[in-house]
Nanobody, 129 residues
Framework: QLQLVESGGGLVQPGGSLRLACAAS????????IAWFRQVPGKEREGVSC????????RYLDSVKGRFTISRDNVENMAYLEMKSLKADDTAVYYC??????????????????????WGQGTQVTVSS
């Protein structure tokens, strides 16, 4: 069983930065593609970014391209989401999720067929002045 725990959320002013971390335990993280999702109350959860098992492939939601950077450290069993130039629209609960993909160099920001089976509890990011 894989457990995921997010950290790093908080309150930040527009234009500021945050670095979210996702700590994995229970199984080696390199078995899994990792994605970050976010959700605002009353809206559907949306995929923000994903990274393949070998970190070769990274994908981003159009609205965060150039501002967010996803990374992972398979030795430390960690994944990260570096967020810069934050906007009020980025306010949400951010979740990391893991997909036990058989393909080392692919990932998706869509939770098609529930591919992302393991989820963390989420961390709140609030962008406000």
């Amino acid at each position: 069983q894989l457990q995921l725990v997010e950290s790093g959320g908080g309150l930040v002013q527009p234009g500021g930065s945050l670095r979210l971390a996702c700590a994995a335990s229970g199984l080696p993280l390199d078995y899994y593609a990792i994605a970050w999702f976010r959700q605002v109350p009353g809206k559907e959860r949306e995929g923000v970014s994903c990274i393949s098992r070998n970190a070769y492939r990274k994908r981003y939601l159009d609205s965060v391209k150039g501002r967010f950077t996803i990374s992972r450290d398979n030795v430390e069993n960690m994944a990260y989401l570096e967020m810069k130039s934050l906007k009020a629209d980025d306010t949400a609960v951010y979740y990391c999720a893991a997909d036990r993909s058989p393909y080392p160099d692919t990932c998706s920001v869509e939770n098609t067929s529930g591919r992302y089976y393991y989820w963390g509890q989420g961390t709140q990011v609030t962008v406000s002045s």
